[in-house]
Structure formats: C-alpha cells, structure tokens
C-alpha cells in the first residue's frame, strides 16, 4: 500500500513491502449469503493480500454457505435459522441456531465483523462483537433501531468503532472525518431514491402489488429492505441510526428525496457549507470503505462516475402524509424507551404480512401505528425490557382480531 510521503522512491518502496507483509485482517461475516455478506465476499476476493474471511454465517441458504466456505477455505461457520443441513467438510465446525452467531463470533477471533444478517437477530452477536472489543461493520439496521442507546453505549464503554455500510451513513461518516469537534453542525441531511411509488396518492397505493413493491428503481436489495424503501420506513431507520451514529437530535437530521441516488447524503456546518459523498450507486463502494478504514483500498471495478453524462441532479420534498412511516420513526425516538423496539417489530410483522398477501400495502403503516398506540412500556429499557417489548409487538401484531381490523 503506497501512503503519501516526502522520502523520495527508495520510501515509496520500503512502505510498500511493509504493506505487503502486514498481517491480513480477519473478517467474519454474519449474513454472507445476502447481497451485502456476497458483496463483502466480492471485496475480499479483490484484495486477498488484505483480507481473511474467518467466519460466516446464513439463516437458510446453506448449500449457498458450504460452497463460501470452501471457496475461501473458512473453519468457522453457522447456520443461524431452520433451513437444513450442510455436510461439515473435515475441519469445519458449524454453529448453529441464534446462539451460534454468537458462538461463532468467539471462535473465529476476528479482527472485524460484517453485521449483514436481516432484522433482530443481529443485536446479540453484534453486541458480543462489542464486548470483546472487535470493531463491528454494521449492516443491519434493526440493531441500532431497536437498541441504539445500548449499543453505542456498550461501544463507547468498549471503545469499539462502529462502522456503517449503508450508504447513507457511510457518506455522513466520510464527510464528518477530518470535522473538528468544535465545529458546530446545523443538519445531517439523508438523502432518499423515493422508492417505486414516489409521486403516488393514498389512493394509489391502496391497490400496490407485492411485485411492484419489491421493484425499486435504484438499488437492488433483499426483499425486506425493498419493502422498506417501498414504505420509507427505511429511510425513518435511517433517521433513528442516524441519531444513534452521529450522536444528532432528530430534528437535527433532514430527509430529501434524490432519485438519482448518486449524492449518498450530506451535512451542512452552521456556516452555511454543505458537504456531500457522491458515488456509483453501488453497495461495493461503502463496504469497501468500511472493510480498509482507516486506509483506502484501489477500486478496480468501476468506472470514475461521469457527472457530465449523469447531466442533472433533482431533489423534492419527501410526501409525509402519504409515507407515514417516515413520521412514526421520528416519533419512536421521541418517545424513547421501548417504542423504536416496538416500531421495528410492528414494521417486520406488517412487511411479511404484506409479502404473504395478508394485509395491503397502506396495512404497513397501519398495522405499526396500532402497535405503537397499543404498547404500554414500563418505563425500563435495558436489554430484557427490548427484548420484552420485541416479542409483545410481534404477539400482537400476529393477533388475528389485530390483522382482520387492518
Ligand atoms: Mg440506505
């Protein structure tokens, strides 16, 4: 790795052998056979002198999972869900069931975890990652959506970097390095695609399909992800992370759409500039980012971005009366406590719901407002108090009186 330098060639040269020689950094990934764990894998495979995969993880793609495994000569896996069995090659040690992320983060000693792994089931391995003071890239968004104040706590006690993938806060992360701290924020401002149905009535979205819900016209994701940018509860996620990150009051973080997706977000300094982290609308780029930090990798895969054939950039006003979810997230971190656990887990029932054709697409926002307004927190919010009120939520919202007024 060359770093920049004022010794002349024979410098260069001598740092360059050290990169070489540098011991590789040891990635575990939970979730390797979603698009963010192949992702990951596809950087790892272009920089083999820089990293090494020792763990990995699937819920039910296992067959998926054994060949990873083999192609990156992994000892330490896990099957973290109920999708069958693999043939453990001699050697191998497979963990299994929600312990096993856990079992598995102890075992493969890792120097970084990709935390890709959907809904809930990442906060304890992401919080065992913390506790033994492995730096966590995370992914997964329920885990600081559910637990944000736990986590970063637990981080800042520990002294672990949490560092975000999602493209949204991967560019507020590269545009905060190098602030000084007593440089005063006025706005983070997230920017959103809109998703599928951007510029459409209630009415209209009355009588959505799941097909035409999972088509999202800039990113692809996994279904769930898809659904949640459909209904922008992705982006009030965002919000909450964004909070839980950077340490911003909501009110302190902005959302505009930009369909392009090419400006990933920004911030603006009380001075009036706005900084902004542009790039390929690819999600290669920001785990690319994360898996180097505190260096840069070369990118040998994309073109530079040609602004002048993008041509135009276009930004609007996100439509809060019709994307209610965007106001619901805002209003959980308002309420504190339970209530952004009890959002989460109200929003994965509604989401599968709608995918199995249960309940209609404005039935998301519903089927969440109602839980909100039903849960009765107790005033706690450790770890059990979330977990508590995680399983009360989905109880409820998997209540049939529940889903038949919906
Ligand atoms: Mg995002």
Redesign the pocket.
């Given at each position: 790795m060359l770093r920049q330098g004022t010794h002349g060639n024979a410098f260069w040269q001598e740092i360059d052998t050290c990169g070489m020689s540098q011991e590789r950094k040891r990635i575990c990934i939970l979730g390797s056979t979603g698009s963010i764990g192949e992702k990951s894998l596809l950087v790892i495979a272009d920089n083999p002198d820089r990293f090494e995969v020792v763990g990995l993880s699937a819920h039910g793609s296992v067959k998926r999972l054994a060949e990873q495994a083999a192609e990156y000569g992994v000892k330490q896996i896990c099957i973290a869900g109920k999708g069958g069995d693999v043939a453990a090659p001699d050697g191998v040690t497979v963990h299994r069931g929600p312990q096993g992320l856990i079992d598995l983060v102890d075992a493969c000693e890792p120097d970084l975890v990709v935390v890709a792994t959907v809904g809930y089931a990442g906060l304890s391995p992401t919080l065992r990652a913390i506790e033994l003071g492995v730096t966590v890239a995370l992914a997964n968004k329920e885990v600081l959506v559910a637990a944000g104040d736990l986590v970063m706590d637990a981080a800042r006690r520990r002294g672990v970097r949490i560092l975000p993938i999602?493209?949204?806060?991967n560019a507020l992360f590269q545009c905060l390095a190098g602030r000084r701290e007593d440089w005063p924020l006025r706005r983070l401002i997230l920017t959103a695609s809109g998703g599928p149905f951007r510029g459409r009535t209630r009415a209209e979205l009355a009588s959505v399909t799941v097909e035409e819900a999972l088509c999202h016209p800039t990113?692809r994701m996994g279904r769930k992800i898809t659904i949640d940018?459909a209904t922008l509860m992705?982006?009030g996620f965002?919000v909450i992370e964004t909070h839980h990150l950077f340490g911003v009051a909501v009110d302190k973080i902005d959302v505009v759409i930009h369909p392009q997706s090419v400006i990933h977000s920004m911030i603006e300094y009380e001075d009036g500039s706005m900084l902004a982290q542009l790039g390929v609308t690819d999600m290669y780029l920001p785990i690319a980012n994360v898996l180097a930090w505190p260096e840069r990798l070369p990118n040998r895969r994309f073109k530079p971005l040609n602004l002048a054939e993008l041509g135009a950039f276009t930004f609007e006003q996100p439509d809060v009366e019709v994307f209610r979810c965007l106001g619901f997230a805002r209003e959980a971190v308002r309420l504190g406590g339970t209530y952004p656990a009890v959002l989460n887990a109200a929003n994965e029932i509604a989401v599968a719901r709608f995918l199995d054709g249960e309940i209609g697409f404005l039935g998301i926002p519903e089927l969440i407002e109602a839980a909100m307004n039903a849960h009765q927190p107790d005033g706690t919010a450790d770890l059990n108090a979330i977990h508590a009120a995680d399983r009360w939520a989905r109880q409820w919202c998997g209540r049939r009186e529940v889903v038949s007024r919906i």
């Open positions: 999602d493209s949204e806060h990113w940018s992705n982006k965002e």
